[in-house]
């Protein structure tokens, strides 16, 4: 079935040590969404990609870092986790702007 | 910046029971979503609206959009527990990006 896949689905990192979740769709989608959701928050859009066009959020900081090599594929890097980058990830996909959101089954990030 | 309110928090409900969830806008909502959100999972879509008074259907679940277009309610009829988790309203706001309320966890109880 076409579907949002992201690996893996719980990764345990240490602090200050980089990390790379991962992202793929099946579905052709043109814009592909990450976000991020504390417990009990909403999930706060990071960045997103329009085709190749990558649009980062004002308040998104520096340290979250995103790659999109083809239309398949989306990462999002963390270069130096901290303890409150400790959340679920969440990747989303979108066949064009007002289509609504196709989201994976997330990424729980652990910093130890 | 647009906000959306989702009311409850949290909602508790006997099974077959109704229960109403609402998600107010700070600004005109030009697409208003509704997704449910197991524990630890992704966002699973149910139903979009974009028209003032629009009102959608699917299976036991009801969402409208009022005519102003700032308020959205879901409305689930015959609660079951399959229905319990987080729901969550989401909103388009300029620039291709959708913005999500805190969301209302629903328990159902047997």
């Known amino acids: 079935d076409a579907m949002v896949i992201q690996n893996p689905r719980y990764q345990v990192t240490q602090f200050g040590k980089p990390v790379t979740l991962s992202c793929s769709q099946t579905l052709n989608h043109n814009v592909m969404y990450w976000y991020q959701q504390k417990s009990s928050q909403a999930p706060k859009l990071l960045f997103h990609y329009y085709d190749k066009d990558f649009n980062n959020e004002a308040d998104t900081p520096d340290n979250f870092q995103s790659r999109r090599p083809n239309t398949s594929f989306c990462f999002l890097d963390i270069r130096s986790p901290g303890l409150g980058d400790a959340a679920m990830y969440l990747c989303?996909?979108?066949?064009?702007?007002?289509?609504?959101?196709?989201f994976g089954s997330g990424t729980q990030l652990s910093v130890l | 910046s647009q906000e959306l309110e989702q009311s409850p928090q949290s909602l508790i409900v006997q099974e077959g029971k109704n229960l109403t969830i609402n998600c107010t806008s700070s600004k005109t909502l030009y697409g208003l979503y509704w997704y449910k959100q197991k524990y630890g999972e992704g966002l699973i879509f149910l139903m979009m609206?974009?028209?003032?008074?629009e009102e959608k259907s699917h299976e036991k679940i009801t969402a409208k959009l009022d005519e102003k277009k700032q308020q959205s309610s879901l409305h689930i009829t015959a609660s079951q527990p399959s229905h319990a988790g987080i729901y969550l309203c989401?909103?388009?706001?300029?620039?291709?990006?959708?913005?999500f309320g805190k969301g209302t966890r629903l328990h159902i109880l047997p």
């Open positions: 989401g909103a388009d706001i300029a620039d291709d990006k959708i913005i």
């Open positions: 609206l974009q028209k003032g008074g």
């Open positions: 989303a996909t979108s066949r064009d702007t007002g289509r609504g959101l196709f």
